[in-house]
């Protein structure tokens, strides 16, 4: 059974960092592209960055990119979000998400971890 | 990148069929067959429910259908059931080479 499972979020103060986990089972995380996606409350869903299979391609959106940082570990099948710089705006739930191998779409969605940015 | 344009809202009866729609560019939605729909519950994780525009995924109903037509996709539910009631959200890969999602329709089942 695939299995998506985030952690690391929390409420941090404006300006602060936080970095985001994604443990990974059930399939073969290095043969997966993987993605962040992200809700505010009560507002839709967000596309905020891809990483490939192997790591060496990245994709940010224009909101978070240079303050964001994707990442994985294919030995420990774990990804990561390293979120810097961060603005009240940034207040969501961070889903971890696996694309699909065979095509453009995301199949397996994490439960999602809730940061807050706060003073 | 802009989202793509749902309405804020639909709703039917039990047993009616709705349609959502869902409108981009030709840099996405009329660009790519690369269309799909998530279904999302109050406080929950959302959940595929079509893709590549008319695909179902194992395990959906077969009441749930998509289609595509230039750069408007729709996602239909026919059979309205109670526990078809929550947000629905299309998505598109993009000439970005990275995807965009509509704001979201939330469906109220009468």
């Known amino acids: 059974e695939v299995q998506l499972v985030e952690s690391g979020g929390g409420l941090v103060q404006p300006g602060g960092s936080l970095r985001l986990s994604c443990s990974a089972s059930g399939f073969t995380f290095s043969s997966y592209a993987m993605h962040w996606v992200r809700q505010a409350p009560g507002k839709g869903l967000e596309y905020v960055s891809a990483?490939?299979?192997?790591?060496?391609?990245?994709y940010y959106a224009d909101s978070v990119k240079g303050r964001f940082t994707i990442s994985r570990d294919n030995s420990k099948n774990t990804l990561y979000l390293q979120m810097s710089s961060l603005r009240a705006e940034d207040t969501a739930v961070y889903y971890c998400?696996?694309?699909?191998?065979?095509?453009?779409?995301?199949?397996?969605w994490g439960q999602g971890t809730l940061v807050t940015v706060s003073s | 990148q802009s989202a793509l344009t749902q309405p804020a809202s639909v709703s039917g009866s039990p047993g009616q069929s709705i349609t959502i729609s869902c409108t981009g560019t030709?840099?996405?939605?009329?660009?790519?067959?690369?269309v799909s729909w998530y279904q999302q519950h109050p406080g929950k994780a959302p959940k595929l429910m079509i893709y590549?525009?008319?695909n179902r995924p194992s395990g959906v109903s077969n009441r749930f259908s998509g289609s595509k037509s230039g750069n408007t996709a729709s996602l239909t539910i026919s059979g309205l059931q109670a526990e078809d009631e929550a947000d629905y959200y299309c998505?598109?890969?993009?000439?970005?080479?990275?995807?965009?999602f509509g704001g979201g329709t939330k469906l109220t089942v009468l």
């Open positions: 998505s598109s890969y993009t000439s970005s080479s990275s995807w965009v």
């Open positions: 990483i490939s299979s192997n790591g060496g391609s990245t």
């Open positions: 030709s840099s996405d939605v009329g660009g790519y067959n690369y």
């Open positions: 590549d525009v008319s």
């Open positions: 998400v696996r694309e699909n191998s065979g095509s453009y779409y995301f199949d397996y």
